[in-house]
């Protein structure tokens, strides 16, 4: 299953939103992203794919995990040349 960099990054961005309960409605979450509503409910769908426990409370508008559950972005970019490789970046990825 293949993801973009700039899928990662709004996947990491709707984590650290669920885990602080503080996403709001679809509407204002797809506003606060700069995505479509649409895109928002296919990143919450993707996160449930990885097994996330994602629960929406009408009353507090926000979307939250009823159980423990991280999300880590970690990317590494390797070159390799005449037999050389350079490592330019491996680590975390946070905003």
Same mark, same amino acid.
């Given at each position: 299953?293949?993801?973009?960099?700039?899928?990662? +990054? @709004? %996947?990491?961005?709707?984590?650290?939103?669920?885990?602080?309960?503080?996403?709001? &409605?679809?509407?204002?979450?797809?506003? /606060?992203?700069?995505?479509? +509503? @649409? %895109?928002?409910?296919?990143?919450?769908?993707?996160?449930?794919?990885?097994?996330? &426990?994602?629960?929406?409370?009408?009353? /507090?508008?926000?979307?939250?995990?009823?159980?423990?559950?991280?999300?880590?972005?970690?990317?590494?970019?390797?070159?390799? &040349?005449?037999?050389?490789?350079?490592?330019?970046?491996?680590?975390?990825?946070?905003?």
């Amino acid at each position: 299953m293949s993801i973009s960099i700039k899928n990662l +990054e @709004r %996947l990491q961005q709707l984590h650290l939103l669920i885990e602080d309960e503080q996403t709001g &409605s679809p509407k204002e979450l797809a506003r /606060r992203m700069y995505i479509s +509503e @649409r %895109l928002v409910y296919n990143l919450i769908d993707r996160l449930k794919d990885y097994k996330a &426990s994602i629960c929406y409370d009408r009353s /507090r508008k926000t979307y939250y995990y009823y159980d423990d559950f991280r999300f880590t972005v970690n990317i590494s970019v390797l070159i390799v &040349s005449k037999n050389e490789t350079t490592e330019i970046f491996d680590g975390s990825y946070l905003k």
